[in-house]
């Protein structure tokens, strides 16, 4: 069964390090999206890509956070530095196109970050 | 602002019941909708997606829209114990990007 992969699964780091999580979508799937979870709320997005370029990061912190998809199929969310309100659930999706009429989003299984 | 509101709970239905579970969402200008489950300290796990106004069922799931009043619904017939987690209702509302309202907690007692 396609799956998006996410590693690693859990992260403790502290404050003033860099932290780095990877994704793999599902084959064929060219929109990846990084979203942000903190606890009792629901997914806020962080970046959308189409293939290897990005189509909305307007709710990305850009001062410590980046995000690529070099190649169109894996991608990397990195925080740096990492600060202690950054402990949340960062979650991959995919979708086969944000163009589709129902863009149905897949979830991987999301890195816990606690920032200490 | 683009909001998406739903009660977050907990909502608490006996085992074989039926659980509903409500959405409301700001803009008329939306043009598809999401409900996700999520088990504690799980990712989000799609269950229906729905675009036209009226009902659709998938199983023991029914989803329901009505875009003139902006809410959109979810029915679980016969809810088993498993049937216990957050449901999330997300929408895209044009902008291709999805919305997520904060969850309701459903609990299902045997």
Known sequence: EAEVAQSPRYKITEKSQAVAFWCDPISGHATLYWYRQILGQGPELLVQFQDESVVDDSQLPKDRFSAERLKGVDSTLKIQPAELGDSAMYLCASSLSWTEIINEQFFGPGTRLTVL | ?110
């Open chain 2, 1 to 110: 602002q683009k909001e998406v509101e739903q009660n977050s709970g907990p909502l608490s239905v006996p085992e074989g019941a039926i659980a509903s579970l409500n959405c409301t969402y700001s803009d008329r200008v939306s043009q598809s909708f999401f409900w996700y489950r999520q088990y504690s300290g799980k990712s989000p796990e799609l269950i229906m997606s729905i675009y036209s106004n009226g009902d659709k069922e998938d199983g023991r799931f029914t989803a329901q829209l009505n875009k003139a009043s902006q809410y959109v619904s979810l029915l679980i017939r016969d809810s088993q114990p498993s049937d216990s987690a957050t449901y999330l209702c997300a929408v895209n509302f044009g902008n291709e990007k999805l919305t997520f309202g904060t969850g309701t907690r459903l609990t299902i007692i045997p």
